[in-house]
């Protein structure tokens, strides 16, 4: 694993930011996973910055999201697709059809599911996997749980992931119970990972994850087993680590 310890959340995204632009130059079709959340937030901002500098284009790049809530409808403010369309597609020039979300409103969840994988497949794989991480070791929306889940499947959202995510919401009884998500396997088959980590509430999650046991009851330790990784983060995630 490499690791950059950087001062503050600006610098996290700008580090984050050049390494995906790296990913860019080095291959212009590159299929990118890419993640939600507070963390990649800054990280997209700066790519919008390099493509309207004219330092990258998205004109060849394919996407594939880590996960999207069961029920919520594309247009919802909550939802995933929106989520990435305000923050990142409707700001460069990727082709819609090159963005690929799972749906939370499939009329058959199991089906949505296997399709994606083999979707993921049928474009060559994920180059680069961008990943947060949640308080409770998540990668994705795999929750911490018994065994590992290898494929994209449906998830039961733990208390802990769901209180995490109500800020996002007018309240929080309506956070969605259940999402859709890339299952352990799926993340592990990305070529390079590389994963975000900001502030203190991530500390305990982010020891585990470098230093702690490969268990699936931190389901981010698994990349531990990963051959590239690279973790940005600042002191404050990284302060728990012995
Ligand atoms: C988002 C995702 C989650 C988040 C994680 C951290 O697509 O899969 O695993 O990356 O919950 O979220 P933030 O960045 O909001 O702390």
Do not use: W
Not at 100 to 125: F, N, Q, W
Not at 164 to 191: C, H, W, Y
């Amino acid at each position: 694993m490499k690791i950059y310890t950087e001062k503050t959340y600006e610098a996290i995204s700008s580090r984050a930011a050049s390494i995906l632009k790296a990913q860019l130059v080095l291959k212009t079709n590159s299929v990118l996973g890419l993640a939600t959340g507070t963390s990649p937030i800054g990280t997209y901002d700066k790519l919008v910055e390099d493509y309207r500098s004219g330092e990258i284009s998205f004109k060849d790049v394919r996407t594939v999201n880590l996960d999207e809530y069961v029920g919520l409808e594309d247009t919802d403010p909550n939802s995933y697709h929106y989520f990435m369309d305000a923050h990142l597609f409707s700001k460069i020039d990727i082709e819609k059809e090159n963005t690929h979300v799972l749906s939370g409103t499939a009329s058959d969840p199991e089906k949505e599911c296997r399709s994606y994988e083999r979707m993921i497949r049928s474009i060559g794989g994920i180059d680069m996997q961008l990943l947060g991480l949640g308080r409770n070791g998540h990668i994705g929306f795999n929750e911490p749980d018994e065994a590992f889940t290898v494929d994209t499947h449906i998830v039961d959202l733990t208390e802990n992931t769901i209180e995490a995510n109500a800020r996002l919401f007018n309240d929080i009884s309506e956070v969605p119970k259940q999402a859709l998500s890339m299952g352990i396997g799926t993340i592990m088959r990305a070529k390079r990972i590389l994963l975000i980590a900001y502030g203190e509430s991530k500390a305990d999650a982010l020891a585990k994850v470098i230093a702690g046991p490969v268990t699936p009851h931190v389901p981010g330790s698994i990349l531990q087993l990963h051959p590239d990784v690279t973790i940005v983060c600042d002191e404050a995630a990284l302060s728990k680590l012995k």
